[in-house]
Structure formats: C-alpha cells, structure tokens
C-alpha cells in the first residue's frame, strides 16, 4: 500500500512525516515561551483557537541548534494519540509516496525512537519519523 508523506528540511537532511498526522502549515512566529517548559520546547501559540505546544525539530533529533531563525523556517501542526502540537522545521519541501515495504531499518546511529526507518530514492536519502512514538 502506497502512503504519502511531507518531506521538510532539518540540517540539510530530509525528514518524512505521514500526512495523515498533517493538520496545517504555518509560518514560522516566535512561540510565546514557557517556563520551565518540556525539552525541545520552544513555547505555546493560539493556533485558530488551539493553545499548542511548539517543539524545535531540531533539538528532538539531536542536531545542532540554529543560531538565527532562517526565512524558510516552517510550524507543522499535528495531530497525534496523544494531542497536538507544532513542530519547527528549517524547510518544508514536498509530498511525495512510498509503499510501506520501501522503508528500510534505521540506517542513523542516533538513539532516536522517533526515526522508524530510511527510504533511499532518486539517489536522496528519506529518514522516517513515526510522531506517535515520541512522549510529548
């Protein structure tokens, strides 16, 4: 079965999220910060009436933080089991579709348990993430 996916930017590497967990896109706007706030948070915002918690992509895989906010810089809201949330990304980049067979092991060394998975295509390397393993 073939599933689609947004592709988006974190340290130059391309990232995968199933869109079934995709509410929106936004802009990127400065979170309102909170103190003493979870890791990786970078605060809360009212979201169309939703008050979210807005997380650093970066900071939740262990890359290095980015000294300046860049123009591109993107909020994708999702929707999880557990609520949802926004998730600060360097680029959004596209959707694309992949079967479910074509996702291999972790190829990372990273101790991460929101990467599931790899998927090399058109000589690009995909790296899976699955939000609904990640206890926000």
Not at 87 to 108: K, R, W, Y
Request: glycine residues 8%; proline residues 4%.
């Amino acid at each position: 079965m073939e599933t689609q996916f947004l592709s988006f930017y974190l340290e130059n590497e391309l990232y995968l999220i199933d869109i079934a967990h995709i509410r929106e896109i936004i802009s990127y706007e400065e979170p309102n910060p909170v103190p003493n706030g979870e890791h990786a948070s970078l605060g809360i915002m009212d979201i169309r009436g939703d008050v979210l918690s807005i997380f650093c992509g970066r900071e939740l895989l262990s890359l290095p933080s980015r000294p300046e906010r860049a123009a591109g810089e993107k909020i994708i809201i999702l929707e999880t089991e557990t609520g949802d949330f926004g998730l600060a990304v360097d680029e959004v980049n596209d959707i694309v579709s992949f079967q479910q067979d074509d996702i291999g092991h972790p190829t990372h060394k990273r101790d991460n348990k929101l990467i599931t998975g790899s998927i090399n295509a058109g000589n690009q390397l995909y790296i899976v993430l699955d939000i609904n393993n990640w206890d926000q």
